[in-house]
């Protein structure tokens, strides 16, 4: 190895974190929005938080010599495979094998010291589990606050039927801290709309104070004062909904009045003088995914300079409007092929990033083996959980209220209780004489593998065969019966 090399300090990548999880170590992204979690050896976690970055190839070896009481030349022959790797390793200990992703320990000459990990946490007793894909200790937790809106969108995801009485914000500011020391990773806060809560700011500001980064999204035109709030807190990044700078298009969209847009350019124009970055997300029907309507939106954001990325989703199926009125609003599909032709052509000419974000599920999916097998894991009552305005708990922010999925309330409870309270943990640890003889899952061979490893979509489940069979299959499961609801883009 190079003396240049050698010289230079190494650290493990800021890019991951390690969490103790009473009986395996979780590996997993330090970005929400490239989220992944391994479940590692404790050993190898241990050895990870040996480097925080403040000292040389040289120096780590003589403390992993210490340490585990290896020679010098073993401790180089375990650690130099995870140095700048540029593939995934997988690599064998006790008899068990673990997959690491690529550059593990990174060379870097910044000062800069990781004081999150400490080998010490990492210590733990045995028996060990690495199969569990639950985690003893919720992750991500996300906070509806409420659900008013200053708009009535066509495409609505919300269930505005719902009459709760709210939360106490003393009691949202003790679940914080709860979560705080907890170690949990992620809090979030969605509306309905944050800023119509009455102690909006209190709420950010706990969480910033707590070390929590939440990601926070609005339709409403801010007012100066509350961009100022926004940036005397701290926050430095918002999402921002826009689908068009079409007046007409916006009164018929989303219900609101002529002057929303200005007052929407207004504010967008003052967030950028803060310096607070954007996200700007259009959710589009077959009247908004147009290059004329999406153009304009392009040549507004470019006379910005903090637009951090411009998210083109397409609007899916709500539990809580007729399916009907999805299929008369949903874009056709030669309007997505046009759209996307586009802004490959546009990705050249901006310096924001421009995503396009389509999650809807096609006919071709359905009863598809490929689609799912190769489906995303559901994290509901995995990693973490939803807490709904009232302090009702569920697993996923759609299924709001339906008591299936209701798995604890915190405006009593703690959430260590609500995680392992029994309906949590029997929604998840399903048996198969749950289910109905006419249901496939109860006779299928590859149940516990599903169950209890990828997941089923539950919100798909019940979009595709209403409220009552939410224990049929996903519906792209190659066993699934016919779908009783059309929720195919």
């Given amino acids: ?10 650290v493990f990548n800021p890019e991951y974190r390690l969490r103790a999880d009473i009986d395996r170590v979780i590996l997993m992204s330090s970005n929400k929005n490239r989220s992944f979690f391994r479940f590692i050896h404790p050993m190898y976690a241990v050895l990870f938080s040996i480097f925080k970055g403040n000292k040389t190839l040289p120096e780590y070896l003589l403390e992993i010599n210490k340490l585990f009481d290896v020679s010098e030349d073993k401790a180089m022959d375990v650690i130099s495979v995870f140095i700048e790797n540029k593939k995934e390793v997988t690599t064998e200990y006790d008899g068990q094998y673990f997959s690491f992703p690529k550059k593990i320990l990174v060379y870097h000459d910044d000062h800069f010291v990781r004081e999150d990990i400490n080998c010490n946490q990492y210590i733990l007793g045995l028996p060990y589990n690495f199969k569990r894909i639950r985690f003893s200790i919720p992750n991500s937790i996300l906070l509806i606050v409420n659900l008013s809106c200053v708009t009535d969108c066509i495409y609505c995801y919300a269930n505005r039927e719902k009459k709760y009485t709210p939360l106490p914000t003393d009691r949202i500011l003790q679940i914080i801290d709860e979560a705080k020391s907890m170690q949990i990773e992620n809090f979030d806060i969605s509306g309905g709309e944050l800023f119509l809560h009455k102690d909006w700011n209190i709420i950010l500001k706990s969480l910033l104070i707590n070390g929590f980064s939440p990601y926070i999204s609005t339709k409403i035109p801010l007012t100066k004062t509350m961009v100022d709030t926004l940036y005397d807190v ?9 689908d068009s700078l079409n007046p007409e298009i916006q009164i018929n969209n989303l219900n609101v009045n002529s002057s929303y847009i200005d007052k929407m350019k207004n504010s967008l124009q003052y967030i950028d003088s803060k310096g607070i970055k954007m996200i700007i997300k259009g959710t589009h029907t077959r009247y908004t995914l147009t290059p004329e309507n999406i153009g304009e939106v392009i040549r507004f954001l470019k006379t910005l300079k903090h637009v951090k990325r411009y998210m083109i989703s397409l609007i899916g199926v709500t539990l809580y409007k007729p399916v009907n009125e999805y299929h008369t609003i949903k ?11 586009y802004i490959n052509e546009e990705r050249k000419k901006n310096y924001f ?12 999916d359905i009863c598809n083996y490929t689609e799912f097998k190769e489906r995303s894991l559901c994290t509901g009552n995995v990693d973490g959980f939803v807490i709904l305005p009232d302090g009702n708990v569920t697993i996923c922010e759609e299924l709001y209220w339906n008591e299936h999925f209701i798995i604890g309330n915190l405006a009593e409870s703690s959430i260590c209780d609500v995680w392992n309270s029994e309906k949590a943990v029997n929604l998840w640890n399903l048996q198969q004489n749950d289910f109905l003889d006419s249901n496939p899952c109860s006779s299928c061979q590859d149940f516990d593998n599903c169950r209890k490893g990828k997941g089923v979509c539950w919100k798909m489940v019940v979009k595709g065969y209403s409220w009552d069979n939410y224990l049929y299959p996903d519906p792209r499961c190659p066993k699934a019966p016919e779908l009783k609801y059309d929720i195919c883009f």
Avoid: W
């Fill in 234 to 242: 701290g926050m430095k990044e918002i999402q921002i909904s826009l």
């Fill in 353 to 364: 990033e421009i995503v396009f974000d389509n999650q809807n599920i096609n006919k071709s």
């Fill in 1 to 10: 190895m190079q003396d240049s090399y050698i010289e230079r300090k190494i």
């Fill in 331 to 341: 874009p056709e599909m030669e309007q997505t092929s046009e759209i996307i032709k």
